[in-house]
T-cell receptor, first 112, second 113 residues
Framework: NAGVTQTPKFQVLKTGQSMTLQCAQD?????MSWYRQDPGMGLRLIHY???????DQGEVPNGYNVSRSTTEDFPLRLLSAAPSQTSVYFC???????????FGNGTRLTVT | AQTVTQSQPEMSVQEAETVTLSCTYD???????LFWYKQPPSRQMILVIR??????QNATENRFSVNFQKAAKSFSLKISDSQLGDAAMYFC??????????FGQGTELSVKP
């Protein structure tokens, strides 16, 4: 039982490059979300999905795109990386809207 | 907008002693959920405890318990008989209808042997 799988674990990008952070869950959860964690700021919601084909913006969506074509996958795309996007990114899923979140192990992204 | 505040950036406790981590939140809603998550150095996010706002009884999970004061919008976490493995960053989080979590800034707990 893999749970929530994020890849890659670490990534270094140059300013202006694009990339996709992958997230997959095998628990048939409808709810999936992306958070970024920065020192002293806790985790902040980037984007959110309540099911395949449905996405919504969170607190800090600028510079990020998401899509949800299947229940299992919820990739996060950085369109043109900026140093301000240096952070640790977490993907999470939950069975219902108020169930506890299951988190992936995070991706540490550095933008130079 | 809802906010979650953890006013203690760092806390320290002696092994086997009890420590309480504070959390306050602001909301105009009456139905919501509150959580405490633990993040050890491994970076993994681990659910510690969950409280449903409509339940007056405080949640308990083994050595972890909460003091939920709905009127005061306070949700503190008590760790009894602290162990070295409890050392971690602890996050308080609020979930409004719709499932989006709002996290506090975190409290880093150290446990002294």
């Amino acid at each position: 039982n893999a749970g929530v799988t994020q890849t890659p674990k670490f990534q270094v990008l140059k300013t202006g490059q694009s990339m996709t952070l992958q997230c997959a869950q095998d628990m048939n959860h409808e709810y999936m979300s992306w958070y970024r964690q920065d020192p002293g700021m806790g985790l902040r919601l980037i984007h959110y999905s309540v099911g395949a084909g449905i996405t919504d913006q969170g607190e800090v969506p600028n510079g990020y795109n998401v899509s949800r074509s299947t229940t299992e996958d919820f990739p996060l795309r950085l369109l043109s990386a900026a140093p301000s996007q240096t952070s640790v990114y977490f993907c999470a899923s939950s069975r219902t809207k108020n169930s506890p979140l299951h988190f992936g192990n995070g991706t540490r992204l550095t933008v130079t | 907008a809802q906010t979650v505040t953890q006013s203690q950036p760092e806390m320290s406790v002696q092994e086997a002693e009890t420590v309480t981590l504070s959390c306050t939140y602001d909301t105009s809603e009456s139905d919501y959920y509150l959580f405490w998550y633990k993040q050890p150095p491994s970076r993994q996010m681990i659910l510690v405890i969950r409280q449903e706002a409509y339940k007056q009884q405080n949640a308990t999970e083994n050595r972890f318990s909460v003091n939920f004061q709905k009127a005061a919008k306070s949700f503190s976490l008590k760790i009894s008989d602290s162990q070295l493995g409890d050392a971690a960053m602890y996050f308080c989080a609020y979930s409004k209808q719709g499932g989006k979590l709002i996290f506090g800034q975190g409290t880093e707990l150290s446990v002294k042997p």
